[in-house]
């Protein structure tokens, strides 16, 4: 993998701390990345996956909770409150993306960076809105080698 800045969401966290289906892709990706980011609002996602993992019980509370205390040791946080709000508010607007997503795609084009997603959907809606740039998915990401 080159030694890039990436910005990471969410599904790929989720697959690094939980088994699914691209877990060991995603660990992989974790843990040879020399730098990720992300806006701070992944921590509360990763807490909500996590939660939803307890409640299914697909694992124990406490591989939960060591997932949503791992997650800032990880990933540098972003707040997501200050100048990247803006920039998220007008690519949600003009593109149609959740705030959620356009706040990723924010911190990614101000970062001159991308995101690095397991979600096909977010990847074919950005490349759809000419932002495909902004987006890789794990399995391209991986492939950089």
Same mark, same amino acid.
């Given at each position: 993998?080159?030694?890039r800045?990436?910005?990471? $969401? !969410?599904s790929?966290l989720g697959?690094?701390?939980f088994e699914e289906a691209?877990?060991?892709?995603a660990?992989?990706?974790?843990? $040879?990345? !020399? ?7 992944? &921590? ?6 996590? !939660? +939803? +993992?307890?409640? +299914?019980g697909l694992?124990?509370?406490e591989?939960a &909770?060591?997932a949503?205390?791992e997650?800032?040791r990880?990933?540098?946080?972003? $707040?997501?409150?200050?100048d990247l709000a ?8 003009e593109?149609?993306?959740s705030?959620?997503d356009?706040?990723y ?7 001159q ?5 397991l979600?096909?959907k977010?990847k074919?809606? !950005?490349d759809?809105?000419?932002?495909g ?5 794990l399995? $391209?990401?991986?492939?950089d080698d």
């Open positions: 993998m080159p030694d800045r990436w910005i990471v $969401d !969410a790929v697959a690094a701390f691209h877990s060991a892709a660990r992989t990706f974790i843990r $040879d990345a !020399a730098d990720l980011t992300a806006p701070s609002l992944l &921590a509360l996602e990763v807490a909500s996956i996590a !939660a +939803k +993992k307890v409640w +299914k694992c124990p509370t591989v &909770a060591r949503v205390s997650t800032p990880l990933v540098s946080l972003v $707040d997501t409150l200050g803006p920039v998220a508010f007008r690519l949600a607007a593109h149609r993306f705030a959620y356009a706040a795609l924010a911190l990614a084009e101000t970062r960076s991308s995101v690095v997603t979600d096909e977010l074919a809606r !950005a759809a809105s000419q932002l740039s902004l987006v890789v998915l399995a $391209d990401a991986l492939a």
